[in-house]
Nanobody
Framework: QVQVVESGGGWVQPGGSLRLSCAASGFTMDYYGIGWFRQAPGKEREGVSCISISDGKIYYTPSVKGRFTISRDNAKNTVYLQMRSLKPEDTAVYYC??????????????WGQGSQVTVSS
């Protein structure tokens, strides 16, 4: 059974850092795209970042570029999202998802349960 599980959310002050983890089970990430999404209260879900495991291509939404870093550990079948210089507007529930088609808009068919990230003073 294909499954992804997020961990690592929490509360942090503006300017702080957090690292989210997305652990995959039931499949190997080799040919998948692993994406991070977020949804803030009252807003639509947005794509944050994606890594294409097969070719290493990486994508970021403009608002997080230079602050967030996506990476992978193939041995652990895990993808990370390192978030730095966090802002209150980064507050959201963060989800990871797996796409057998890679980092394309459609095809994310395995979603985690979500991890709350709160940035406030």
């Amino acid at each position: 059974q294909v499954q992804v599980v997020e961990s690592g959310g929490g509360w942090v002050q503006p300017g702080g850092s957090l690292r989210l983890s997305c652990a995959a089970s039931g499949f190997t990430m080799d040919y998948y795209g692993i994406g991070w999404f977020r949804q803030a209260p009252g807003k639509e879900r947005e794509g944050v970042s994606c890594i294409s495991i097969s070719d290493g291509k990486i994508y970021y939404t403009p608002s997080v570029k230079g602050r967030f870093t996506i990476s992978r550990d193939n041995a652990k079948n895990t993808v990370y999202l390192q978030m730095r210089s966090l802002k209150p507007e980064d507050t959201a529930v963060y989800y990871c998802a797996a796409n057998p088609l890679g980092c394309v808009m459609t095809g994310f068919d395995s979603w985690g349960q979500g991890s709350q990230v709160t940035v406030s003073s």
